[in-house]
T-cell receptor
Framework: AQKITQTQPGMFVQEKEAVTLDCTYD???????LFWYKQPSSGEMIFLIY??????QNATEGRYSLNFQKARKSANLVISASQLGDSAMYFC????????????????FGQGTILTVHP | ETGVTQTPRHLVMGMTNKKSLKCEQH?????MYWYKQSAKKPLELMFV???????ENNSVPSRFSPECPNSSHLFLHLHTLQPEDSALYLC????????????FGPGTRLTVT
């Protein structure tokens, strides 16, 4: 079974509107972290936002917020006020880690969602 | 500029060639990573180095050989590759191998002919 599932291969949004990119995950660990990365056409992966499994508040970073629903195992990314420069591939990722152990920074990525922002 | 650089940015090689990918981080980090990004597949972790010691080898074929001479440099030596090895190879670094945030380089686009 896939550990990270992004069901939207592509999404379109009008400039200045909000968009939600879906991500569900599968883990039996109690301690884990969820990440979103942006990959423009230039190739580099840009870290956007992080949510820890024990964090009670949803993470926010500027126009990015993470809608964390632990019981449903979902970690959707919300981008508010979309800009043309937001057009890119977006990846959801998870790092699992048991208390007292280490996963050596191993991130498991989803398939990605291509976001296109229209003017 | 993310502080992680990779060279070359593009590489075309034959199946009998030997080549190396280079990654350099200017962030003072202690952990470095190699990832493979193939078309239509999720990003896959290949290797993890922590303080110049390999701590994870994610079932990668021996035709890929990593080298970490110091905490700032990471190499991926390539030998006798197959066409299915064509992919974007991304290097990343983090302060420690337990750090949550990884900083990625721009990647090397490899084509094996």
């Amino acid at each position: 079974a896939q550990k990270i599932t992004q069901t939207q291969p592509g999404m379109f949004v009008q400039e200045k509107e909000a968009v939600t990119l879906d991500c569900t995950y599968d883990t039996s660990d109690q301690s884990y972290g969820l990440f979103w990365y942006k990959q423009p056409s230039s190739g580099e992966m840009i870290f956007l936002i992080y949510q820890g499994s024990y964090d009670e508040q949803n993470a926010t970073e500027g126009r990015y917020s993470l809608n964390f629903q632990k019981a449903r195992k979902s970690a959707n990314l919300v981008i508010s006020a979309s800009q043309l420069g937001d057009s890119a591939m977006y990846f959801c990722a998870m790092r699992e880690g048991d208390a007292g152990g280490t996963s050596y920074g191993k991130l498991t990525f989803g398939q990605g969602t291509i976001l296109t922002v229209h003017p | 500029e993310t502080g992680v650089t990779q060279t070359p940015r593009h590489l075309v090689m034959g199946m009998t060639n030997k080549k190396s990918l280079k990654c350099e981080q200017h962030l003072g980090h202690n952990a470095m990573y190699w990832y493979k990004q193939s078309a239509k597949k999720p990003l896959e972790l290949m290797f993890v180095y922590s303080l110049e010691e390999r701590v994870e080898n994610n079932s990668v074929p021996s035709r890929f050989s990593p080298e970490c001479p110091n905490s700032s440099h990471l190499f991926l030596h390539l030998h006798t590759l197959q066409p299915e090895d064509s992919a974007l190879y991304l290097c990343a670094s983090s302060l420690h191998d337990s750090s949550f945030e990884q900083y990625f380089g721009p990647g090397t686009r490899l084509t094996v002919t």
